[in-house]
C-alpha cells in the first residue's frame, strides 16, 4: 500500500509546483495572459480538493482508529486476582 506522506510528496513536488511556478511567471510577465491564468488557478484548484480529500482521509482513518472503529476491541474483561486482564478479538 502506497504511504499517504509519499503522494502528498508527489503532489506537492511535482504538478502543484509547476502550477505555482507558472502562476508566478505568468502574473510577472509583461503581457500577462489571463486565460492562462484562470486555467492554471483552476487546475490548482483542482488539484487542491484532490489533497483536501486525501487530507479528511487520513484523519477520518486516524480518528477510526483512535477511536476503536477500525483496529480490534476489546470485547471481554475481567478482574481476577492477580490484576486486570482483557481479551481481545481479532
Given at each position: 500500500?502506497?504511504?499517504?506522506?509519499?503522494?502528498?510528496?508527489?503532489?506537492?513536488?511535482?504538478?502543484?509546483?509547476?502550477f505555482?511556478?507558472?502562476?508566478?511567471?505568468?502574473?510577472?510577465?509583461?503581457?500577462?495572459?489571463?486565460?492562462r491564468?484562470?486555467?492554471?488557478?483552476?487546475?490548482?484548484?483542482?488539484?487542491?480538493?484532490?489533497?483536501?480529500?486525501?487530507?479528511?482521509?487520513?484523519?477520518?482513518?486516524?480518528?477510526?482508529?483512535?477511536?476503536?472503529?477500525?483496529i480490534?476491541t476489546?470485547?471481554?474483561?475481567?478482574?481476577?486476582?492477580?490484576?486486570?486482564?482483557?481479551?481481545?478479538?481479532?
Open positions: 500500500m502506497v504511504n499517504a506522506g509519499c503522494v502528498f510528496l508527489v503532489l506537492g513536488v511535482g504538478p502543484l509546483h509547476k505555482t511556478a507558472g502562476t508566478f511567471d505568468e502574473i510577472a510577465a509583461d503581457d500577462t495572459d489571463h486565460e491564468l484562470a486555467e492554471l488557478n483552476k487546475k490548482y484548484g483542482m488539484l487542491s480538493l484532490v489533497e483536501l480529500v486525501l487530507m479528511v482521509a487520513i484523519v477520518a482513518t486516524m480518528s477510526g482508529m483512535r477511536w476503536g472503529l477500525l480490534p476489546v470485547v471481554h474483561s475481567e478482574i481476577c486476582t492477580s490484576g486486570f486482564t482483557a481479551s481481545i478479538t481479532i
